[in-house]
Structures are given as structure tokens and as C-alpha cells.
């Protein structure tokens, strides 16, 4: 079992920046690709960013390249999301995730935390 704990959210004005975190437990990350996602109020869950276990593996949604950036540090069983030039839409509840492989697809993660609200005023 691997328990992930997001953390570093909060209320930002557009264009300002925030960067979450991933603490996992349990198991080490470095078994695992690691992925974010993120569901707006009304909206479904949807991919954000995911990381593979090797080495420069790592791919975005359209709507955040350029201004995310996705890293992870197994020495410190963390993951993290870099996020820049916020607007808006960005706002929503971020979830960690962790499964085998760096899929965009929410059902190919088994584990979840319980995410961590990104608010963004314009």
C-alpha cells in the first residue's frame, strides 16, 4: 500500500505561481509513475501531468505545457507539481497518484490522496 498525502495548495492570483507536493508512505515512489490530476467543481477528474520511473519520462495536458512542470525525488519519497503563470481555470482539488505505468487515464492509478484545493482569482 502506498499513502500519499498532497500538500502546498491555496488561493493565488492569476499569473502568481505554486508548487504542490506528494509526500508518500508506505512504499517507495521509486516503484511507480507518478501522475497529477485535477477536478473542477461540476467537472470530472481529469490528467494533468504524469512523470515515468525512468528518467526524463514525463508528459502534460495541452492547457498546462509550458507553465507546469511535473518532478519527483524518490530520495525523499515526494512528488511535485511546479505550477506558473496560473490562471483561473487552473482552479480546482489536485490529486497525487500513483500506478505502474505514466498513463493519462484516471483508472490506470490505484493510489490517491485526497487532493489539495487550488483557487486562482483573476
Known amino acids: 500500500q502506498v499513502q500519499l498525502v498532497e500538500s502546498g495548495g491555496g488561493l493565488v492570483q492569476a499569473g502568481g505561481s505554486l508548487r504542490l507536493s506528494c509526500a508518500a508512505s508506505?512504499?517507495?515512489?521509486?516503484?511507480?509513475?507518478m501522475g497529477w490530476f485535477r477536478q473542477a467543481p461540476g467537472k470530472d477528474r481529469e490528467f494533468v501531468a504524469t512523470?515515468?520511473?525512468?528518467?526524463?519520462?514525463?508528459a502534460y495536458t495541452d492547457s498546462v505545457k509550458g507553465r507546469f512542470t511535473i518532478s519527483r525525488d524518490n530520495a525523499k519519497n515526494t512528488a511535485y507539481l511546479q505550477m506558473n503563470s496560473l490562471k483561473p481555470e487552473d482552479t480546482a482539488v489536485y490529486y497525487c497518484?500513483?500506478?505502474?505505468?505514466?498513463?493519462?487515464?484516471?483508472?490506470?492509478?490505484?493510489?490517491w490522496g485526497q487532493g489539495t484545493q487550488v483557487t486562482v482569482s483573476s
Open positions: 512523470i515515468g520511473r525512468a528518467p526524463g519520462i514525463t
Open positions: 497518484a500513483a500506478g505502474l505505468f505514466p498513463r493519462l487515464q484516471v483508472s490506470e492509478y490505484g493510489y
Open positions: 508506505g512504499r517507495t515512489i521509486s516503484n511507480y509513475a
